[in-house]
């Protein structure tokens, strides 16, 4: 018949500028394809060279060992009898693209270069590449000799065309351009094209999954249509991660799913479609089918091949399937921990420290660390011998089995209690039964004697000892003899991470973590250069409240009851003396906000491009309820006043898990200057005139009423 087609949609977990381990998956997952019968292949956007090699574009270096690497594509016995559609960057007359190389036994159709380049947020296509603004233009592209001479080819079509196989016709996508308000398959879809593959390189942000998957399958919903999906996956070299969600969708419904997160480095989603299905779904339609006769036609590259056979009348089809989304708490739980583990095999290390103060935030780090652990004694248990080979090497033996995840977290990671004579006994307990409840090997220590000599050296050199303010002391001395601790702690943090696993008889170091949130980061409470300083933070970009949702979930979940009475307890950084034995010092007291309203400021600020005034004037109608014009003003200038006093302190802020829209990350997603004018004097006197408006409207209205 000639009408069932098996397409297959890859998640690889590519690693920027590992050439030869990008090429291996890319071969595995085209050679698990062919087993499963797909006759097209689709992976990731910029594949070949890893999406994350930023400013590496630049290099001819990264051109060069991109074609050698598609070179060895074309020569290999698995990327025969398969149409193969790959990512890489090309230079075309002096000009960089991003670009889709789609090839069939040894011969290169067309190379396709992506039209809506990704450039808010995390992304800056724009500083790399140039988008192709000759919409339905192909032009020649003259092949270097290393292709030429595997192919026999001199030119090849370059530009914005579609494949017409023997029996459908295929369209290319490359991910931003499905976000945008003319995407491609929508013209593409009234010219006949059957088939939109997307190759993306989309990351992870907590609740956006579901926005992906509605919008691929509306892209076929109103349109007719078979949607393939393919996305990178894993911690390819840098803050962002790549969640996978491979998938296929025909007529408005998904049909079949790939995972979100997973520690297996090569996923190849199948599926096999009646393109009848599509031809019926369109022939309704009345609309599209009066569009369809008015569109201008795409060049067309003449494919002799086809994605079905002609005895197909038996082959299964694939039938919709009901998409799961993973709860907020379960994102946090995997993203973060597969995060981890690409970084900790990656970078060779031998696991992970972490000091662990029995708060809030540094238990969710913990926590995270304990459900990468799950995760991994998980993909050994099913079989995965990568992970297995990465177990074996981190932990320096090659018989280890990881069974037990409380066993293996004893291995990988090391939870350090600094306590001072401001640490409370209970922090300290928190801190000493979560550690055993997790399996991690647990260090408590003192910092006091460090904390007085530091002291000890200003008051020798200066004259003069600072005291604390319960003591007399002023506010500097205050907040100079907090920070002075928090210091300490980070410099014996990465003393510990250096020289523990020496003393146990083990080799290698352990990476620091950090468990500073994303609220308190955007508010600056934190200690320049302390615990928030660290190798890496999987909670960076996370807020209080979802980690307060997330340790619920731990408890539930893991059964770790430990977190019950760090989930009650207030948060504090306990760097102020004990008052009768108890925590004085608690953290919302200090910031003088909360962190449910550090949360609002913080979407309002980045999200929705409020300054002041704007903050202020969406304010009073949120918290009409609660708080007078008069008030909100308080608040909002107080946000303000601390957020940019504090900005500077972004700028050496820890790499941190993207997780979150409104991260204050000064790296490359929240470009801000870190000098302010913290008076923000006219910002602030326009809304004093608005008070003062709205007050002497309360007036009006008052007297009216008395009247």
């Not at 708060?359 to 990568?386: E, P, R």
């Amino acid at each position: 018949m000639g009408r069932a087609v098996t397409v297959a949609a890859c998640a690889l977990n590519q690693w920027a500028l590992d050439f030869e381990g990008n090429l291996k998956r890319i071969v595995r997952s085209i050679g698990i394809a062919k087993n499963n019968g797909a006759r097209y292949r689709l992976g990731p956007e910029l594949e070949i060279c890893g999406y994350g090699c930023l400013d590496h574009y630049y290099e001819s270096d990264t051109l060069l060992h991109s074609f050698q690497v598609l070179a060895k594509l074309l020569e290999s016995p698995a990327t025969q009898d398969i149409i193969c559609d790959v990512g890489m960057p090309v230079l075309h007359r002096n000009v960089r693209y991003n670009c889709r190389v789609i090839f069939l036994n040894k011969k290169i159709l067309l190379i396709r270069p992506k039209i809506s380049l990704a450039n808010t947020g995390n992304y800056r296509e724009l500083r790399w590449f140039t988008p192709w603004t000759k919409a339905r233009h192909v032009e020649e592209y003259f092949l270097p000799r290393i292709i030429q001479e595997v192919t026999g080819q001199e030119t090849v079509p370059f530009g914005d065309a579609v494949l017409a196989t023997k029996d459908t016709c295929l369209g290319a996508e490359i991910c931003e351009e499905l976000w945008a308000p003319n995407s491609p398959h929508i013209e593409m879809g009234l010219d006949g094209v059957e088939i939109f593959a997307n190759s993306s390189g989309s990351h992870h942000v907590l609740r956006k999954a579901h926005t992906r998957v509605d919008l691929v399958n509306s892209a076929t919903a109103k349109n007719g249509g078979i949607y393939i999906l393919a996305n990178q996956k894993g911690c390819d070299g840098d803050r962002l991660y790549y969640d996978g969600c491979a998938m296929i969708s025909m007529n408005g419904e998904t049909v079949a799913q790939g995972s979100q997160f997973s520690l297996n480095d090569v996923e190849v989603l199948v599926a096999t479609l009646d393109l009848e299905d599509v031809r019926s779904y369109r022939a309704e339609i009345s609309s599209r089918n009066l569009a369809a006769s008015k569109v201008n036609p795409y060049p067309r590259v003449k494919v002799n091949f086809a994605l079905s056979s002609s005895d197909d009348i038996a082959v299964p089809i694939c039938m919709p399937v009901q998409w799961r989304h993973h709860s907020p708490e379960e994102e946090i739980s995997l993203g973060p921990a597969c995060w981890l583990w690409d970084y900790l095999r990656r970078s060779k290390q031998a696991g992970f420290l972490l000091p662990l103060s029995g708060g809030i935030d540094s238990s969710a780090t913990a926590c995270i660390v304990y459900s990468m652990c799950h995760q991994v004694c998980l993909a050994v248990k099913n079989g995965n011998a990568d992970v297995l080979a990465d177990v074996c090497r981190i932990v320096n033996d090659e018989t280890y089995v990881p069974e037990d995840p409380r066993e293996f977290c004893k291995r990988i990671f090391t939870t350090c209690y600094m306590a001072s004579e401001n640490s409370s006994q209970d922090t300290c307990n928190r801190a000493k039964l979560l550690a055993e409840q997790i399996g991690s090997y647990h260090i408590n220590l003192n910092i006091d004697a460090a904390v007085k000599a530091v002291v000890g050296i200003f008051s020798m050199v200066m004259g003069r000892t600072p005291l604390f303010s319960v003591f007399g002391g002023s506010k500097r001395e205050n907040l100079a003899l907090q920070n002075v601790q928090a210091r300490i702690r980070m410099v014996l943090a990465y003393l510990f991470a250096q020289l523990t696993l020496w003393t146990r008889g083990m080799p290698g170091g352990l990476l620091v973590l950090g468990s500073a949130n994303v609220d308190e980061s955007l508010r600056g409470y934190l200690t320049k250069y302390d615990c928030s300083s660290a190798d890496i933070n999987p909670i960076g970009g996370i807020s209080k409240t979802d980690l307060k949702n997330f340790i619920q979930y731990c408890i539930e979940n893991f059964h770790l009851t430990a977190l019950r009475s760090i989930m009650s307890a207030p948060p504090t950084a306990e760097l102020e003396p004990l008052v009768d034995g108890q925590v004085a010092q608690t953290d919302e007291v200090d910031m003088g906000m909360t962190y449910a309203e550090l949360s609002i400021y913080g979407k309002l600020r980045k999200i929705a491009k409020a300054g002041p005034y704007s903050m202020f004037c969406k304010l009073i109608n949120m918290w009409k309820e609660i708080c007078t014009p008069r008030e909100v003003a308080s608040k909002v200038k107080h946000f303000f006043r601390m957020y940019s006093l504090n900005r500077h302190k972004m700028t050496t802020l820890t790499p941190s898990y993207h997780a979150e829209n409104y991260s204050p990350d000064d790296n490359r997603f929240d470009l801000r200057p870190f000098l302010y004018n913290t008076t923000w004097s006219w910002q602030f006197r326009c809304i004093d005139k608005e008070v003062s408006k709205l007050g002497k409207k309360e007036e009006i209205s008052v007297v009216a009423d008395t009247v």
